[in-house]
Nanobody, 124 residues
Framework: QVQLVESGGGLVQAGGSLRLSCAAS????????MGWFRQAPGTERLFVAT????????YYADSVKGRFTISRDNAKNTVYLQMNSLKPEDTAVYYC?????????????????WGQGTQVTVSS
């Protein structure tokens, strides 16, 4: 089974940028489609972005389209989430997740493995 560890979260002002990383171990990340989700206090975990196994296909939530970019480097066993033009409403714990299907999904129940999350806080 793959293990996932997120990093790169922190405190940033509105309009700023952060890049999250998700490092995989135990099994090649190339065998998974990958996704990013986020969860604010008292709310459900919501889809942010997904990327196919080979990186050719991506899909985003409307709330982040045009501001966030998901990418992967299978040689480094790492998936990234570049977040630009951050807004206070982007504040949440961000989780990466692995899906053994080729193309990924926006449904959290399709993902089999999850990281522990990294906190992103955007101040106004």
């Amino acid at each position: 089974q793959v293990q996932l560890v997120e990093s790169g979260g922190g405190l940033v002002q509105a309009g700023g940028s952060l890049r999250l990383s998700c490092a995989a171990s135990g099994r090649p990340v190339s065998t998974y489609a990958m996704g990013w989700f986020r969860q604010a206090p008292g709310t459900e975990r919501l889809f942010v972005a997904t990327i196919s196994r080979n990186g050719a296909s991506t899909y985003y939530a409307d709330s982040v389209k045009g501001r966030f970019t998901i990418s992967r480097d299978n040689a480094k066993n790492t998936v990234y989430l570049q977040m630009n033009s951050l807004k206070p409403e982007d504040t949440a714990v961000y989780y990466c997740a692995a899906d053994s299907s080729p193309y990924g999904s926006s449904a959290k129940y399709d993902y089999e493995r999850w990281g522990q999350g990294t906190q992103v806080t955007v101040s106004s």
